[in-house]
């Protein structure tokens, strides 16, 4: 789209070059023909260069294949002919009426040339501006939005850069978006101009141009151009922050409906625990009543077990807090998905022994770039959800396989099948398929709280249900492997050493 | 004989209760300390065999405790931390904790622990068992030779190294950064990739039937533990 605003500006050489041959080839061309053709007619057909040239090659090329003409017509077809002279005073007024038709036919066809051009010109601007506002439209976040921007405005400009500021809070500007070029010498840049962003006459940022090359100026039509599309890109900023600002009030709203409905239920959860050791507690503590070993011991596991339980569901609750209060760090390195799954089953085999668990992934499995204990987390969440549902003896199954972008981890019960209108809800806080809240049933949380680690990490999680037979439900989720080839646990070449020499290295 | 002397050392009444009723009923001799300095003082005075110590704790938290007590004193410490605190957790065993315990624990878990740690800090003083046993795998550390059952595995020298660091320190937490810089060398604090592999590698060649690792186990977030048949 090179130089499609310049269309005023510039001659080009080889104009002019056309021009004198399209004279030169009408003058060849009327001396062959010179014997059967009157002055009048010569000097009619002398226009046709004329016109030729201000229709393709502009009015300064017109203007030139006037003057030509007006030399050549005189020199060869004018008595006395090969001088510039003329004799006939009927031939001078030709000459120069001839003259004056071919520079008014000039300008009347290079002004028509020349509002078609602008009207070209204005089509296309409009169009560069139906682009780029198409941008705006898009079903995007802001951010992405403001930077798709960046990247229309230094294509359609040929620029090479464009970089959106914000003025923040305490008034200084922040790069919201930028976007560069990638061809073209990065150290050999124009010095950068800038637009004002502005909504309702406040100024609320910048949009900042760099052009190719320290002498190339950011033309004027491009100039207007943006200076348009800026107040609409001003006016779309403004939309989507006041947007945001009516979202998160209706949030927060619904956030208070749903935090007294949570409080209700959270205080349930923790209550259950807590009266069932207080009761075992004061059985004990009660001197005047003989307990037998059996119950004491009872007793004591109950209050074992609760414990367990209630530090699950602080744990949980802690979690999802973090999760939604998006302060969840990820502490990421390189783990191994075998060990990893394989220590989750080793901790929770004392709780799962009526069932079997399988695994199955490839000896070969890459190591994935997460956090360690919080897709420790995931793995026992979710195998804890699939013994909940899992009838007795049924097996688990554990698998696992690396794609080109990602790790899919899944997690099979045997259980029954989950209807297709509850899958929504499954991911949901404090959402139970039954209202039992049995004691092996969970606090509600382990299936958000996956949901939260995974898409932590920028992964995704769903159910597949029924998975064969009507019946089993399958959690899967996967982890995106980080940009780069994801390390394979291939076994290391190194030689095997003697005896005599093990452990003498290093 | 003299009483086994344990200082713990907890900001809460109820816990150092806990522990005290627990600790004087398997046969410890238990001092306490409520906060960081306190512990200190009794640390200089006592002169603990082991001490059991909070990280999270006003004046002076465990971490800066456990730092200072390892200037002068090799008794061996046992942190106590919360879940999720993982990095403290490193931070105290790389300062020279023996072990940590993840609250709320059982007093079983923490007597196993402190046994463990008493048990190594004895030999440290002398000389070390030479044949580590775990399962059906022998480690003959004197001889350099690993077997399983009756058949002798090859190892790489640096599988080796990893298994004998790991066996003789059976029973107790190393970090990745601990066994990194002991098998590898320093400057390879960071490859824990290379851990991984390793790690993954020995369970292979040492426990290959076992579905769920038991030599070699994971402590999520903060290194590996390998577990010996008690002797």
Not at chain 1, 179 to 205: C, F, K, N, W
Not at chain 1, 314 to 320: H, K
Not at chain 1, 488 to 500: C, G, H, M, N, Q
Not at chain 2, 130 to 143: Q, S
């Amino acid at each position: 789209m090179r130089n499609v605003f310049s269309f005023a500006s510039k001659y080009r050489p080889t104009d002019f070059v056309f021009t004198l041959v399209a004279v030169a080839a009408t003058t060849v061309a009327l001396i062959l023909l010179r014997a059967r053709l009157s002055t009048q007619v010569i000097a009619l057909l002398y226009l046709l260069p004329v016109m030729l040239s201000a229709t393709r090659w502009g009015l300064l090329s017109a203007l030139v294949a006037s003057l030509v003409a007006f030399l050549a017509f005189n020199y060869f077809f004018l008595a006395p002919t090969h001088t510039l002279a003329v004799s006939n005073p009927e031939e001078l007024l030709v000459l120069v009426v001839s003259l004056i038709v071919a520079i008014l036919i000039s300008q009347s066809v290079g002004a028509a040339n020349l509002h078609a051009a602008q009207a070209r010109a204005r089509e296309m601007e409009a169009t560069t501006l139906y682009n780029l506002t198409r941008a705006l439209g898009a079903q995007a976040g802001l951010d992405e939005i403001l930077s798709s921007i960046t990247r229309h405005v230094t294509e359609a400009f040929d620029l090479a850069g464009c970089e959106i500021l914000l003025a923040a809070a305490d008034g200084s500007l922040e790069s919201k978006a930028r976007y560069e070029s990638t061809d073209g010498d990065p150290a050999e840049r124009g010095q950068p101009v800038e637009i004002p962003l502005t909504a309702h006459q406040v100024t609320m940022g910048a949009l900042r141009l760099t052009t190719r090359r320290p002498d190339v100026q950011v033309g004027p039509t491009t100039l207007r151009l943006l200076t348009t599309f800026a107040a609409q890109v001003g006016l779309f900023i403004e939309r989507a922050r006041l947007a945001r600002e009516a979202d998160r009030a209706r949030l927060l709203e619904e956030s208070d409906q749903l935090k007294s409905a949570l409080l209700s239920s959270v205080s349930h959860d923790l209550r259950t625990p807590l009266s069932a050791i207080k009761a075992s507690a004061t059985v004990l503590l009660h001197e005047d009543v003989a307990l037998d070993a059996a119950t004491r011991y009872d007793l004591l596991s109950a209050i074992n077990e609760e414990t367990d339980r209630l530090n699950r569901l602080v744990g949980d609750l802690l979690d999802m807090s973090r999760i939604e209060a998006g302060t969840l760090r990820l502490k990421c390195d390189w783990c191994d998905l075998d060990e990893l799954i394989r220590a989750v089953a080793h901790r929770l085999s004392p709780r799962m022994t009526a069932f079997q668990i399988q695994f199955d992934w490839p000896v070969d499995l890459p190591l994935i770039y997460a956090d360690y204990v919080q897709i420790d987390r995931v793995v026992t969440n979710l195998l804890e959800n699939a013994s909940r549902f899992a009838p007795p003896g049924s097996p688990i199954k554990v698998e696992a396989h690396a794609e080109a972008e990602a790790m899919t981890v899944a997690v099979t019960n045997q259980g029954p099948a989950i209807p297709d209108r509850l899958h929504p809800h499954l991911f949901d806080k404090f959402y139970r398929v039954s209202e039992d809240r049995a004691p092996g049933m969970g606090t509600g949380l382990g299936l958000s709280i996956c949901k939260g680690i995974v898409e932590t990490h920028g992964g995704r999680i769903w159910v597949e249900s029924p998975v064969a037979n009507n019946a089993g439900a399958r959690f899967v989720f996967t982890l995106p492997f980080p940009s780069g080839a994801p390390p394979r646990v291939t076994p290391i070449v190194e030689a095997l050493s003697d005896e005599e020499n093990q452990g003498s290295d290093r | 004989m003299k009483k086994t002397k344990v200082l713990i050392v907890d900001d809460e009444p109820q816990i150092l209760r806990a522990l005290r009723a627990g600790l004087v009923a398997h046969g410890y001799d238990v001092v306490s300390a409520a906060d960081g300095e306190e512990a200190l003082d009794k640390a200089a005075t006592e002169l603990p065999d082991a001490v059991i110590l909070d990280i999270n704790m006003p004046r002076l938290s465990g971490l800066q405790v456990c730092k200072a007590l390892r200037e002068w004193s090799s008794a061996p410490i046992i942190v106590l931390s919360v879940r999720d605190a993982e990095r403290d957790k490193v931070t105290a065993l790389d300062l020279g904790a023996d072990d940590y315990l993840t609250k709320p624990f059982g007093t079983d878990e923490l007597l196993a622990r402190l046994r463990v740690a008493l048990r190594h800090a004895q030999r440290e003083a002398g000389p070390t068992e030479p044949i580590v046993r775990a399962g059906n795998v022998t480690i003959d550390l004197a001889r350099h030779m690993v077997k399983r059952g009756e058949e002798e595995v090859r190892l790489t020298a640096t599988e080796y190294n990893l298994l004998a660091y790991l066996a003789t320190n059976a029973g107790r937490v190393l970090t990745h950064t601990q066994i990194l810089e002991h098998v590898w060398g320093p400057g390879y604090e960071s490859e824990t990739q290379n851990l991984r592999v390793y790690v993954s590698q020995l369970r292979r060649k040492l426990d290959p039937d076992s579905a769920q690792p038991q030599m070699i186990t994971t402590e999520p977030g903060v290194g590996y533990r390998f577990i010996a048949d008690e002797v």
